[in-house]
C-alpha cells in the first residue's frame, strides 16, 4: 500500500518518538480496492496528551474519544489513540472510552471485518478478522456478535446497506438477519446521520439494491414509511408492469447520480397510494399524485432535515413530472421552463425520460420528451423572453408610466405583459411594452 508523504510523516514521527502508529479502517480498504481513499485516518498507541506534544499544530477536535486533528501543510489528519468503548448509550454513542496499548483491541470494536484493517510500512498489513477474505469475496460482515455492534451503534445497519450498495458486496447472513431483528433500534438515530446514509445509497452504483435491503431488513417502515406503504401497490393499470415501490427504484436507477435529481425519483409517486381509485372497468388512476406529492416529499425532506435548496429542486421536479407534453407549443414550453427554471428543466426531462422507461412497453410519450427537449435548447439558445425579468421594461418603468405607487399591481402588470410575449416574442420592445399597458385591465 502507498502510504502518501504527509500521513507518512505523521506515523515516523510517531515512531521516532517511541510510540507505533498505523493508517486504519477506510483508507486501507479503498485501496486494497484499487479505489483512492477519501482522506487517511491514523491510529496509535500515544494518548491525546502526546500528540499535541509531538506536533506543532493541531485541534483537539475529538479529545473526548481519543481524537487530535494533526495540521500538515493545511491538511487534517485525524489521529484516535487505540481505544475500547465503554457502555453504548441509546445505541448511538458509547459513554466513554478506554485507552488501550494493543491495536489488536481497538480493531476488535469496528463495525466490519472489511474496516478492521490495519497497515503501514514496518509492520505490513494488520487483518486479526479476516477483513482481506471478505474483501476478496465481496462480503459485508460484522466483526464479531452483530447484535452486539448494532445495539452498540444502531447506524451500523444503514452503514451495512450502504456499503453493500457502494462496493455491490452481499451482507453475510448472520449480519443480515440481525439487522431485522434490530431494526426497530434505527428510531434512536438522529436525522441527519439517517439521511448522510440514505444520500451516500442514493448515489451508489446500485440505490434500488440499498432500497430493497431497507425493506427486507424491516429499517423502511422506520426511515420512509410514506415509501414503505408504496411496496406491493399494484396499480392496476396497463400502462405500468411494476408495483409503485419497484417502479420507484427503477426510475432511481436511471437517472443521473445527481442527489436532488435521485430524490425526485424516489418520491415521484410517492402519493400515488393515497390518491389511487379503481373506476369501473378495474382499471387504477392516482389523479393529481404529482401535485400530492409535492407536499408529501417537502414533509418526508423537511423531517429528515434536508436543505432548502434540495426541498425546493425535488419538489419543483415531483410537481411536473407528470407534464409530458404532446405536440408542444413553444409558448407552453416557456411557461414550463418559468415553472421549473433554466438550471432545473434538463434534469424533469431526464426524470419524464426515466419514468417512461420504467413503466411498461411500448414507450409510446418518449417521442414527445425528445421533441420537448429539442425545442426547448432552441428557445434557451435564442433571446426570447420566459421570465418577467427578461422584459425589456421594469416594473419602474411601469410605476412611472402609470403614475401608480409600488405593490402587487406591478407584479401583475409585468405577468400579463410576460404571457403576451411567451405567445408573441416579438412584442418584446420597451416601444410595444409600454403600448401594451393601456391594455391591462386589473382584475
Do not use: W
Not at 60 to 79: D, F, L, Q, R
Not at 265 to 288: M, Q, R, T, W
Not at 422 to 440: H, V
Amino acid at each position: 500500500m502507498k502510504i502518501p508523504s504527509q500521513a507518512s510523516y505523521i506515523i515516523n514521527t510517531l515512531y521516532n518518538n517511541g510510540f507505533e502508529a498505523f493508517l486504519v479502517g477506510g483508507c486501507v480498504r479503498d485501496s486494497l480496492l484499487q479505489k483512492s481513499p477519501q482522506d487517511y485516518d491514523i491510529t496509535t498507541n500515544a494518548l491525546p496528551e502526546d500528540v499535541c506534544r509531538i506536533f506543532d499544530k493541531t485541534i483537539p477536535t475529538g479529545i473526548k474519544h481519543g481524537t487530535i486533528t494533526v495540521m500538515v501543510e493545511n491538511n487534517a489528519y485525524e489521529v484516535t489513540t487505540y481505544r475500547i468503548d465503554g457502555e453504548y448509550l441509546n445505541n448511538r454513542s458509547p459513554e466513554e472510552v478506554i485507552f488501550v496499548s494493543n491495536i489488536k483491541e481497538d480493531l476488535a470494536r469496528r463495525d466490519f471485518t472489511i474496516n478492521a484493517l490495519a497497515y503501514n510500512d514496518t509492520d505490513g498489513l494488520l487483518d486479526f478478522f479476516n477483513g482481506i477474505d471478505d474483501l476478496n469475496n465481496g462480503i459485508i460482515r460484522c466483526v464479531g456478535d452483530p447484535n452486539k455492534r448494532f445495539n452498540e451503534d444502531a447506524l451500523r445497519m444503514l452503514r451495512a446497506i450502504r456499503f453493500s450498495s457502494q462496493l455491490g458486496f452481499s451482507i453475510e447472513e448472520s449480519t443480515l438477519r440481525a439487522i431485522s431483528q434490530n431494526s426497530s433500534l434505527i428510531q434512536n438515530i438522529s436525522v441527519e446521520r439517517i439521511a448522510d446514509e440514505l444520500n451516500k445509497c442514493l448515489l451508489s452504483n446500485n440505490p434500488s439494491n440499498a432500497f430493497i435491503l431497507l425493506e427486507h431488513t424491516g429499517l423502511l417502515k422506520y426511515i420512509l414509511p410514506e415509501l414503505q406503504a408504496c411496496v406491493g401497490f399494484d396499480q392496476h393499470t396497463p400502462y405500468h408492469n411494476k408495483d409503485v415501490f419497484m417502479h420507484s427504484l427503477s426510475v432511481v436507477d436511471k437517472v443521473s447520480p445527481k442527489l436532488y435529481l435521485r430524490l425526485a425519483a424516489l418520491f415521484h409517486d410517492i402519493a400515488k397510494p393515497p390518491c389511487f381509485f379503481i373506476d369501473e372497468k378495474s382499471v387504477g388512476h392516482f389523479y393529481g399524485h404529482d401535485k400530492e406529492g409535492e407536499i408529501i416529499s417537502k414533509e418526508i425532506l423537511k423531517r429528515l432535515h434536508y436543505d432548502n435548496d434540495t426541498i425546493n429542486k425535488v419538489t419543483i421536479l415531483i410537481r411536473e413530472h407528470m407534464n409530458v407534453l404532446f405536440k408542444p407549443k413553444d409558448a407552453s414550453l416557456k411557461r414550463l421552463i418559468g415553472r421549473v427554471s433554466k438550471e432545473l428543466v434538463f434534469d424533469l426531462l431526464e426524470l419524464q425520460k426515466s419514468d417512461i422507461l420504467s413503466c411498461a412497453p411500448p414507450f409510446l410519450a418518449l417521442d414527445s420528451v425528445e421533441l420537448m427537449k429539442v425545442k426547448i435548447t432552441a428557445i434557451l439558445e435564442s433571446s426570447v423572453p420566459i421570465h418577467s425579468r427578461d422584459l425589456k421594461i421594469n416594473g419602474n418603468d411601469i410605476i412611472q408610466a402609470l403614475n401608480i405607487k409600488p405593490g402587487k399591481q406591478v407584479g401583475e402588470i409585468l405577468e400579463y405583459l410576460l404571457n403576451l410575449t411567451l405567445d408573441n416574442p416579438e412584442l418584446n420592445t420597451r416601444e410595444n411594452l409600454l403600448c401594451l399597458l393601456e391594455t391591462f385591465k386589473p382584475q
